[in-house]
């Protein structure tokens, strides 16, 4: 699941030995080797201006449109074809935000600290290498060809923990929807977020039940303590949950163990084999 983090979408593309542990295999395989990887990008424009300085926006913050543009400091017009053309590519994918509109109907007043809100989508990339270069990789890359790594291992150490996240929270949604297809499917799945918070899962099921997701790739056991605050985020929101379903990469203390039911799923590492069948 790790390396799939780092290094899914380019199997086919890069020989990789994945019988060492991560940090060995950024150390002693991509380092010294970092224009074969840059080789594999394609199309091999992405590593030019506009597009690098615009997915080096995308994978080092929340993700958000206009987050994205302002970090990149690409005017939206321009933002838009861009992200056009890598959404058409395949390289990336825009996540449409769930959250009710401000207005009801047009003539509808919206309170005054609301009036510079605006509701955006969020833009992901399909493949998490693709991520992982463009967001810890690409911004050292002329430092590292030239064997200068310090900058770009501190940003690794301090950020990997991140990056492999978000890849266990796709599977973890891919884990969940395969959860309930057979007697209750989802029809509307993904993240959630809206002006009070964000959320790694909401689901909603055929039969109308809200399922509310928590994902945590820490090194370890989640407390109920987690719960309480999700609770307290999906009451911020106005969410009426119906379940809970919490992710664990290092699995549960024994106090939410003796609270799992029909109420509240718990999901560790071991359960995602069911998406290798």
Excluded at 161 to 175: G, K, N, P, T
Excluded at 177 to 202: A, K, N, Q, T, V
Excluded at 203 to 226: A, D, F, P, Q, T
Aim: proline share 4%; hydrophobic share 40%.
């Amino acid at each position: 699941m790790e390396f799939f983090a780092f290094f899914g979408g380019i199997e086919w593309s890069v020989e990789i030995d994945f019988f060492d542990d991560l940090d060995e295999v950024v150390l002693h395989q991509v380092l010294p080797n970092v224009e074969t990887f840059a080789a594999a990008i394609s199309p091999s424009y992405l590593l030019e201006e506009p597009y690098r300085k615009l997915l080096i926006a995308i994978a080092r913050g929340d993700g958000k449109l206009l987050n994205v543009f302002r970090r990149a400091r690409i005017n939206e017009a321009a933002g838009g074809e861009l992200l056009s053309e890598l959404v058409d590519l395949g390289i990336l994918l825009l996540e449409p935000s769930r959250e009710a509109p401000l207005k009801e109907h047009p003539k509808q007043k919206v309170k005054k600290h609301l009036r510079n809100y605006r509701i955006q989508p969020k833009v992901r990339f399909r493949a998490p290498f693709l991520r992982f270069w463009f967001g810890f990789v690409e911004p050292y890359r002329r430092d590292i060809a030239q064997g200068k790594t310090g900058a770009f291992l501190e940003n690794f150490r301090q950020h990997q923990d991140r990056c492999a996240s978000l890849s266990f929270e796709q599977l973890s949604a891919d884990l969940l929807s395969d959860y309930f297809r057979e007697h209750d499917p989802l029809l509307s799945e993904g993240s959630y977020w809206d002006r009070h918070s964000e959320f790694d899962l909401l689901g909603i099921s055929h039969s109308g039940k809200v399922i509310l997701g928590e994902c945590k790739y820490k090194g370890r056991k989640i407390c109920k303590n987690e719960l309480n605050k999700l609770k307290e985020k999906a009451l911020h929101s106005g969410i009426s949950v119906d379940i809970y379903a919490l992710f664990s990469k290092n699995g549960f203390s024994n106090e939410l163990i003796y609270s799992r039911g029909e109420k509240l799923l718990l999901f560790e590492v071991e359960d995602f084999r069911r998406l290798l069948g």
